[in-house]
């Protein structure tokens, strides 16, 4: 997509193809008003007044409608905008998509009402981000912390801390074009400066990894020997009875997948045990096979096993496959016995005790910092430009301390505002732009 052809007028469905009370078709640009009034029986807008009426094509109705009339700039995309109210059928939605097409429109590409948002700088490349979070949201905490970004959060705090690097370059800088009049900064406040520019950078950069989290969503693996209550686990954290459990060894055959909401998005996989036995079956070994593939993905284990047992030889075995990742010890079946050992959580999946409990451990250990306490979020390419600007702020904070030319350590203090501004999007290539927009969907 070229950004010099992008204002013609686009039109795109704006709600989901299917059936629906109703229907949604936006068109922005210049001529978004000319073409409805071609198409609508009850034209002559007034600012923030919908009108009911009916679309026609050669004086037959094609449908009963509301027409929503924005007038730019006060609009999604700053331009002129008109989103048609109508019934939801596909057919009806198509043949007015059509007709507004004939009419002089161009079918939007995916995120392109977004993109025109950021393009006449309605918002910055951090909110027009947060609104494909927003559509693609897995858990409802989630979808709160996107509209916190949407409305500007992250990209205030990215700008105080470029307001601070950009103070203390024009210091440096007046210090190297003015020598006579202005003093260069002492370099202990350069120093200062730096280091409190970095702390700024890494309380961003701090929940970086939830961030990602919340994206992606955390893999957690049940492992643990046959009949330890791996799937009654499943069950109960997921409150559903999709595991079989029995009390035969070796019923969980395959590896069982479900999401669960703890405000972050978290896929549950309930493996088959494993074991090293020459006796098992055919198809349990394919599982115990899954079973050590998904410990390997999985971003935590909940190694469980049977308190009223105690942890024995099999079991400390798995536990040393386990020593380099990250876990939870979790003793099940509480119910049945008093005793307690150290470092481990008690629950009785059965009767459904401590489950809460270990969702919440579940949570921390997964997380870098509470989701709840997050502000905003950050995505990869934001984290990627936060590093470049820590990366170059750290150079000049060296070069500070080793008392170089100031001149030099303008340079880094540049790159760093540089990789801020592409993070905002006051400096990005059309390429960057296209990549972030694929991630969109047509009619956003
Ligand atoms: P898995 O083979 O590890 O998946 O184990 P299951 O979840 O199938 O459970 C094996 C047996 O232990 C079943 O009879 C369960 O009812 C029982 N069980 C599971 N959790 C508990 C618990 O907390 N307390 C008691 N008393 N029994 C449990």
Known sequence: MNILDEFDTITAVATPMGMG???????SGSKAFEIIEKIFSNPNFERTKFKHGYIMENGSIIDEVIVLPFFAPNSYTGEDVIEIQCHGGVQVIKNILNLVLKNGARLAEKGEFTKRAFLNKRMDLSQAESVADIIHSKTSDFAKISMKNLSGVLKERINEIRNDIFEVLSRITAGIDFPDDVREPEYDYLISCFENIISQIDKVLKGANTSNIFRQGASVAIIGKPNVGKSSLFNAL????RAIVTDIAGTTRDVLRETLDLGIPVTLVDTAGIREDEEVSKVERIGIEYSKQSLDEADLVLFIYDASKGLDEDDREVLKLLENKNHLVIANKADLTDKKDDGA????????LGIEALKEELKNKVCDINPESLDFVTNTRQQECLRKARNAIEQALLAA????????ISIDVKSAILALDELTGELITDNILDNIFENFCIGK
């Open 21 to 27: 009370g109703v229907g949604v078709i936006r068109i």
């Open 345 to 352: 959580i008690y629950i009785s999946a059965l009767k459904g």
């Open 238 to 241: 997921l409150s559903l009875d």
């Open 401 to 408: 301390q080793l008392r170089e030319l100031q001149d030099l």
